[in-house]
């Protein structure tokens, strides 16, 4: 009962929020007359959403793979560059900028580029996701693997620990927390990197995620259906940052319950 209570408590507000801007919404497209083709309502979305439900349900499964694919390809690349990048300050110094740099260039400017070196399909969108997604996991996991309690470094150098169990049982476990926060980072960007993946790398005519539905409804003028869209692009990146949201406490909480 008290857990129920806490989980309303939480989830009130911004419910209240949501439910008062879908009245606003309502009330500014009734009063201001706006044409459904510039802004259709709530009730005119809600509609397209359920007329076409099983094709966003089908095109949603395939984008939410093709992000999480990339996401966990990023999380493994990610965290072997950071144990290179915790184990050579000269490696670090020399390619640190270069993983910067996925973060600085618009991910719209080199993913057609990725596309054309990789294919197109679901590989190529794999591989945008991933890309966008890999400099989080890069830098946190990088942080907690260097920024560990000198006295500690001392006290492994004291009883001639190898760099081996320094890395295994003092750098790695300082860096779960650092890694398992890039990692929520991460997962909402590996959505973004599989939608605009799949602007330019497409599946076909029968299989097609929500970045090819929303190029075909914006191309047809159908802003209902183009809302609808949008809108299960934002309930596929809440799901997969909440999944790892909760995989992330549920691994702290044992975390901290075995160190301690």
Not at 180 to 199: H, N, P, Q, R
Request: charge should be positive; glycine fraction near 10%; charged fraction near 10%.
């Amino acid at each position: 009962m008290r857990r129920l209570t806490a989980i309303l408590a939480h989830a009130a507000p911004p419910l209240l929020v949501f439910v008062g801007l879908l009245l606003a919404w309502h009330g500014a497209v009734r009063l201001a007359d706006i044409k459904p083709y510039i802004l259709p309502g709530p009730l005119q979305v809600g509609h397209a959403a359920w007329t076409h439900l099983p094709q966003l349900m089908r095109a949603a499964l395939l984008t939410g793979l093709g992000a999480l694919a990339g996401f966990l390809l990023s999380l493994a690349v990610g965290f072997a560059v950071s144990v290179v990048f915790a184990q050579s300050r000269t490696v670090a110094r020399c390619l640190f900028p270069y993983a910067i740099f996925l973060q600085t260039v618009p991910i719209v400017a080199i993913a057609p580029l990725i596309v054309l070196w990789i294919g197109h399909g679901f590989r190529g969108v794999v591989a945008v996701s991933f890309v966008i997604a890999l400099f989080p996991i890069i830098a946190n996991t990088t942080a907690g693997l260097t920024t560990v309690d000198a006295n500690l470094l001392d006290l492994f150098a004291l009883n001639n620990a190898t760099r081996w169990q320094v890395l295994t049982r003092l750098r790695i476990p300082n860096a779960v927390p650092h890694m398992l926060t890039g990692a929520k980072i991460s997962s909402g960007l590996a959505a973004i990197g599989a939608i605009v993946g799949e602007f330019f790398a497409g599946y076909g005519t029968e299989d097609y995620g929500l970045g090819y539905l929303i190029i075909l409804t914006n191309g047809q003028s159908r802003t209902d259906y183009l809302f609808a869209c949008i809108l299960f692009c934002t309930l596929l990146g809440l799901s997969i940052f909440a999944s790892v949201s909760l995989v992330s406490t549920r691994l702290l909480a044992r975390w901290g319950g075995g160190l301690g």
